[in-house]
Each structure stands twice: as C-alpha cells, then as structure tokens.
T-cell receptor, first 113, second 115 residues
Framework: GDSVTQMEGPVTLSEEAFLTINCTYTATGYPSLFWYVQYPGEGLQLLLKATKADDKGSNKGFEATYRKETTSFHLEKGSVQVSDSAVYFCALSELSGYSTLTFGKGTMLLVSP | EPEVTQTPSHQVTQMGQEVILRCVPISNHLYFYWYRQILGQKVEFLVSFYNNEISEKSEIFDDQFSVERPDGSNFTLKIRSTKLEDSAMYFC?????????????FGPGTRLTVL
C-alpha cells in the first residue's frame, strides 16, 4: 500500500539557517503530494502541495518539488525563523478513491534565536 | 477565514464507556473525514463521509466506531465501548470535493484519554 517516510526529528536549527526535511513516498498510482504544518496547540494546516511530477509547491518561503524519478518531495526553506518551529507532515493522496491522505510520522522543527 | 472546529479539546473517559467527538466542518464543504494520531505515531485515516454515508473506511474503523451528520452542521464520531488503545488525538477534516488534488482542512483535534 501507499506509504510516506520522513526524516526523524527533532531538527534543531538557529534562526536564518537553511532547512531541508526529507520526504519519500511509495504509491501505486500518481499521487498528489502535500506538506502540512502543525503549530503548538493547533490543527494541521496545509503548507503547500504539488499535484504532478516536476511541480513545485511554495508558500511562506517554503518550497518542495515533486520528483517522480526519486519518489521524493523534500521541504526546503532558505532562512528559517523562530516562528517556523512546528511539526511538519508530508502526505500523499492517490488519484483514485476519495482523496484519503496517507501521512508520514511528522518531523518536529525547533528554531532558536 | 472559515475553519473546522472540534469539541471537546480534551476528553477523558473510562474504558468501556461511549464517547462522541464533535466536529463542525466548513459550511460549503461536502466531504468529511476523521483521522487519528496515537502519540508518537503517524496520522492515520479512519473514515470518509459523503452524502450521508460512509464512502471509505480503514481497517481501524471497526464496529466500535460510527459516524453521523445529525444536522446540517455537525459531524460526529462515536466510539461505543472505548479501549485503552483508543487513546489518541482525533482530527476531523473537510474538503469541498473528493479529488486527490483538493485540500483537506483540519480541525485542531480532540485528545481522547481512555483510563
């Protein structure tokens, strides 16, 4: 079945550092790919998405490119802020069916001043 | 901005008791979902609901679970006889359509603790 693998956290960075959170997936079809973020005490919020190969999703300085050849969707940001501290979830949704999301385990990011 | 709301934020119950978790999806959305996250584990799909019936469910969603849309705004998850292993964060989500490209909007979650 479908699965999503994310790098283990926590990822600890200083403000203005470069961020990469790795995400790879296994899917039978052609999924859409998502990054969700969960700030402390809040629900899951969509950060960005990409729906086909080579698409780049971007939002709030975060980017991720849908790489079909490596089945990856790594999240990057050039300069993190303390306010980016949160848990980041990579997820996929298959083309068929009722768009059920399959999530990775989540990666906690801690940014210090 | 419209948002999904969930109540209560935290529910503590005794093993064997029934619980009902409540959600108010975004008002013009037609597709509704429940997910759960056991502490330290992945967010897992439980069930999707459209047009007053279950459209898809996972193997987790056994006979102890049921969902209902009792009126035009609420969407509920009932666990008939809770077990210790039901302790988790339960997330409700909604979307306007069911396409894989569509965004699901999540609520803040209900933390269920079964003692």
């Amino acid at each position: 079945g479908d699965s999503v693998t994310q790098m283990e956290g926590p990822v600890t960075l200083s403000e203005e550092a470069f961020l990469t959170i790795n995400c790879t997936y296994t899917a039978t079809g052609y999924p859409s790919l998502f990054w969700y973020v969960q700030y402390p005490g809040e629900g899951l919020q969509l950060l960005l998405k990409a729906t086909k190969a080579d698409d780049k999703g971007s939002n709030k300085g975060f980017e991720a490119t849908y790489r079909k050849e490596t089945t990856s969707f790594h999240l990057e940001k050039g300069s993190v802020q303390v306010s980016d501290s949160a848990v980041y979830f990579c997820a996929l949704s298959e083309l068929s069916g009722y768009s059920t999301l399959t999530f990775g385990k989540g990666t906690m990011l801690l940014v210090s001043p | 901005e419209p948002e999904v709301t969930q109540t209560p934020s935290h529910q503590v119950t005794q093993m064997g008791q029934e619980v009902i978790l409540r959600c108010v999806p975004i008002s013009n959305h037609l597709y509704f979902y429940w997910y759960r996250q056991i502490l330290g584990q992945k967010v897992e799909f439980l069930v999707s609901f459209y047009n007053n019936e279950i459209s898809e469910k996972s193997e987790i969603f056994d006979d102890q679970f049921s969902v209902e849309r009792p009126d035009g705004s609420n969407f509920t998850l009932k666990i008939r006889s809770t077990k210790l292993e039901d302790s988790a964060m339960y997330f409700c989500a909604s979307s306007a359509r069911a396409a894989s490209t569509d965004t699901q909007y999540f609520g803040p979650g209900t933390r269920l603790t079964v003692l």
